[in-house]
């Protein structure tokens, strides 16, 4: 079975920073570009980042500078490092696989003082 | 990065059929079409449908899509209750290199 499972969401304050971990089982993980998928409270999704097999990166303007996201193949694992944190940022974080066909379950990010 | 545009809401007796449009450019959504995602409240995505028309393993043939330029559309016949969700459409914008959405258009079925 296909699974990804997020983790390291939480509380931080303005400033801080936070990494998320997304675990990945059922499929060869080294094969697929992986995503990050945003959503704030009662909005609408928003892409973060992607990361193809090659390790070439792609980000939202909103999180350019900011976030990176990797990847460790030997560790079925995808990453987001997000530094200087906003409270626009505040939002569940879903990894996604490939063109959308698996997501997590979620790991909230909540960003206030 | 400009998102693609879905109107916000849709509603639809039980039984009947309802579209869903996505509206992009030639960049996105006229390049490789869309993808459709359907959200229920309190879950995450589930991929209905992929690029040019594809349908991953275990969902309905209720859901069809199809494109128009550089416009998407979701169908969904024979509304059921379950039905009731958002649906998003994404598209890979190769001019700005990144994945656009779009605002999501809440279905009610009646």
């Known amino acids: 079975e296909v699974r990804l499972s997020e983790s390291g969401g939480g509380l931080v304050q303005p400033g801080g920073s936070l990494r998320l971990s997304c675990a990945a089982s059922?499929?060869?993980?080294?094969?697929?570009?992986m995503s990050w998928v945003r959503q704030a409270p009662g909005k609408g999704l928003e892409w973060v980042s992607t990361?193809?097999?090659?390790?070439?990166?792609y980000y939202a303007d909103s999180v350019k500078g900011r976030f990176t996201i990797s990847r460790d193949n030997s560790k079925d694992t995808l990453y987001l490092q997000m530094n200087s944190l906003r409270a626009e940022d505040t939002a569940v974080y879903y990894c996604?696989?490939?063109?959308?066909?698996?997501w997590g379950q979620g790991t909230l990010v909540t960003v206030s003082s | 990065q400009a998102g693609l545009t879905q109107p916000p809401s849709v509603s639809k007796g039980l039984r009947q059929t309802a579209t869903f449009t996505c509206t992009g450019n030639?960049?996105?959504?006229?390049?490789?079409?869309a993808a459709w995602l359907q959200q229920h409240q309190g879950h995450p995505p589930k991929l209905l449908s992929y690029?040019?028309?594809n349908r991953p393993s275990g969902i309905s043939e209720r859901f069809s899509t199809s494109r128009s330029g550089n416009t998407a559309s979701l169908t969904i016949t024979g509304l059921q209750p379950e039905d009731e969700a958002d649906y998003y459409c994404?598209?890979?914008?190769?001019?700005?290199?990144?994945?656009?959405f779009g605002g999501g258009t809440k279905l009610t079925v009646l």
């Open positions: 690029g040019n028309n």
């Open positions: 994404s598209a890979w914008d190769i001019s700005l290199s990144a994945w656009v």
């Open positions: 990361i193809l097999t090659s390790g070439m990166t």
């Open positions: 996604a696989k490939d063109w959308y066909d698996c």
């Open positions: 059922g499929f060869t993980f080294s094969s697929y570009a």
């Open positions: 030639s960049n996105n959504v006229g390049n490789q079409g």
